[in-house]
């Protein structure tokens, strides 16, 4: 979960290796595009130089700085000594357990069974490398290429009787996206302790019934998180998709039709629409009913908002997930169904708490007794645990001693007291001032007081 290495700050998602002579103008044009439209970071090497005895330099750091690679194996793709020399700096790259890349071969018009075996055209390439090239090499591209012919991936026959290739291209994105996403959750400190309601909100989605899921808890609890934990992995089933952030603060700040207008834009796929009237119009409405959309109102305050973003004209099948701190506007939303957000059950939280305190998975050793204290005082909540973690971060046993002494001052510490300042711009300060900001406040009277 916490990794100084994690695949999610990769510089490139996706690695395409192909044959430019064969799939160049076609098949992997499209690919390529497909990959892009989703927001993925693809290196494409445009030019597909012969780079002579060694595997060059640019192409060689692209592949270690991706997490995942696409090779799209065609009838001359063995030929290219640069397509091996990538082929077999992939494979290097897979064997190595600490690196967990991910390969995909695509078989374009060849039989797998060809490639595991180095047999057809392959057979001839590979006659012709060992004429002109030194052995060694031959050898371990010959390995890289009966390896990857053994995985598991998508042939393309071509026939008459096979699929569209848009068909083959949708399927490889959404299986990109999937383990993409799914390597990310693996190793981020994000998603400690967030598979169990994953798991029940990913069942609701199935249901048909249901449209409106509504995600409520108080602030710092989790609820943008799950959303988003949840969108990454159904959303390449949608045609349209879209993760609204911050509606109320973005509403208060630029108004309704600004907010609503660049939803529309996204879903609508249409580069500045403009409505400044209170309803949408029949004409976007039309157009909105024929759309089975994936959105998330992320922080709705109101449930007028809901109705004000058009949700009501969504497509069949259609999924609208809203978080809130308010239960009565999500129920006044008429959401379908209302899932409180959980706090981290005591292990999950001590965990998370961790990773920001220790970027590792468990208490330092001298330091658990410490540790717990502070996830009993975070009762839970995951921005806390962040928080609070993060102030302690390389701090000595003498400085945690101190901050547990602070927090003695409150004989029944309120997790409000930590997420106070969580209303305005969080993200920026939290890191920094966080606690300092949430230490200055107590309760006196049934009056929340700020001591300066």
Same mark, same amino acid.
Not at 80 to 88: H, I, N, P, Q, T
């Given at each position: 979960m916490a990794s100084s290495s994690s695949s999610c700050s990769m510089k490139h998602q996706v690695f395409l290796s192909f044959r430019g002579e064969d799939t160049r103008f076609n098949f992997t044009a499209h690919l390529l595009k497909a990959l892009k439209d989703t927001g993925l970071n693809v290196f494409f090497d445009e030019e597909k130089l012969e780079k002579g005895e060694q595997l060059s330099h640019v192409l060689s750091q692209a592949i270690a700085s991706s997490n995942l690679s696409i090779l799209v194996l065609s009838k001359d793709y063995a030929s290219?000594?640069?397509?091996?020399?990538?082929?077999?700096d992939i494979m290097d790259r897979k064997r190595n357990p600490t690196d967990k890349h991910i390969v995909l071969p695509i078989f374009y018009?060849?039989?797998?069974?060809?490639?595991?075996?180095?047999?057809?055209?392959?057979?001839?390439?590979f006659q012709e490398h060992e004429s002109k090239r030194p052995i060694e090499d031959v050898k371990r591209w010959k390995a890289g290429f009966a390896e990857i012919g053994a995985l598991k991936g998508w042939h393309i026959e071509g026939g008459k009787f096979d699929r569209s290739e848009t068909e083959y291209i949708k399927d490889v994105v959404e299986y990109v996206l999937k383990k993409l996403n799914s390597n990310c959750r693996s190793v981020s400190e994000e998603f400690v302790g967030i598979d169990d309601q994953k798991g029940k909100l990913l069942a609701l989605i199935e249901q048909a019934d249901i449209r409106v899921i509504g995600l409520w808890g108080m602030g710092g609890i989790g609820k943008t998180t799950l959303a988003d934990v949840v969108y990454k992995e159904v959303s390449p089933k949608f045609e349209c998709r879209w993760f609204l952030q911050n509606v109320s603060e973005k509403i208060k700040k630029?108004?309704?039709e600004f907010v609503r207008n660049e939803l529309l834009s996204k879903l609508l796929n249409e580069q500045e629409i403009r409505i400044d009237t209170p309803s949408i119009g029949h004409l976007y409405q039309d157009r909105l009913n024929n759309k089975k959309v994936l959105v998330v109102l992320d922080d709705?305050?109101?449930?007028?908002?809901?109705?004000?973003?058009?949700?009501?004209?969504?497509?069949?099948?259609?999924k609208v997930i809203v978080t809130s701190r308010d239960k009565q506007a999500l129920k006044n939303g008429r959401a379908n169904h209302i899932h409180e957000v959980e706090k981290l059950k005591k292990n999950y939280s001590l965990q998370l708490f961790s990773t920001f305190a220790f970027k590792l998975l468990n208490p330092k050793i001298g330091f658990r007794d410490l540790s717990c204290k502070f996830v009993e005082y975070a009762q *839970? $909540?995951? &921005?806390?645990? /962040?928080?609070? *973690? $993060?102030? &302690?971060?390389? /701090?000595?046993?003498k400085e945690w001693e101190s901050e547990v002494d602070n927090l003695k001052q409150y004989a029944e510490p309120e997790i409000s007291q930590i997420l106070k300042s969580s209303l305005d711009g969080l993200r920026e300060l939290e890191m920094n001032i966080f606690l300092d900001i949430a230490c200055f406040f107590k309760r006196e009277n049934g009056i929340l007081l700020k001591k300066f």
């Open positions: 290219s000594k640069s397509c091996l020399a990538e082929l077999s018009h060849v039989d797998p069974s060809d490639v595991r075996n180095i047999g057809g055209t392959f057979k001839t390439s630029k108004g309704n709705v305050s109101n449930p007028d908002q809901l109705d004000f973003m058009g949700v009501k004209h969504f497509g069949s099948g259609s *839970g $909540s995951p &921005l806390a645990l /962040k928080v609070l *973690g $993060s102030k &302690l971060y390389t /701090k000595s046993r």
